[in-house]
């Protein structure tokens, strides 16, 4: 089970600090209805010093470390990461990192990730340092940012 559950009539969004002290997370498998990531909502936290490796499978969202919001710090994943959901829609996302971020710093993505809207690192208002070097596929998305 993620942390920051999504309770299907409202969510319980992680709101903290995660320091992963430079650890790697090997071999994480995740496949779920709904969103799928290390933290399935992130509020207003801060995911820092991590590394992932592994699977994560989700219908709607998925990515290494959550959906919506937060700041990344010093993180990375070689991880697969992909949605079932093929209907084609912006509200199906598969982001490397993460689906969508307030900001990402010094990360990077060396991983595969498919899915309707794809991209290596995620849909980020603002990106510092980072780079994808991973395999991105999908119908639309953003492989760079």
């Keep these: 089970m993620p942390i920051g559950i999504n309770t299907g009539d409202g969510s319980i969004m ?13 071999n994480i498998y995740e496949n779920r209805t709904g969103i799928a990531g290390l933290v399935c909502r992130i509020g207003f ?5 991590l590394g992932l490796t592994g699977e994560l499978i989700g219908t709607t969202h998925a990515s290494s470390f959550g959906h919506q919001g937060g700041t ?30 307030r900001k990402i710093i010094n990360c990077y993505f060396n991983g595969q990730v498919s899915g309707t809207e794809a991209s290596g690192l995620g849909i980020n208002k603002n990106a510092i340092n980072c780079y994808n070097s991973g395999v991105v596929s999908g119908s639309g998305g953003h492989p760079y940012s």
């Excluded at 992680?14 to 090997?26: P, R, T, V, Y």
């Excluded at 936290?45 to 010093?49: E, G, S, W």
């Design 72 to 101: 990344l710090y010093n993180c990375y994943s070689t991880a697969k990461i992909s949605i079932t959901n093929t209907a084609l829609s912006t509200n199906y996302a598969a982001g490397g990192l993460l689906t969508e971020g």
């Design 14 to 26: 992680f709101s903290g600090i995660l320091d992963g002290k430079c650890h790697e997370i090997q």
């Design 45 to 49: 936290a801060t995911i820092k010093n």
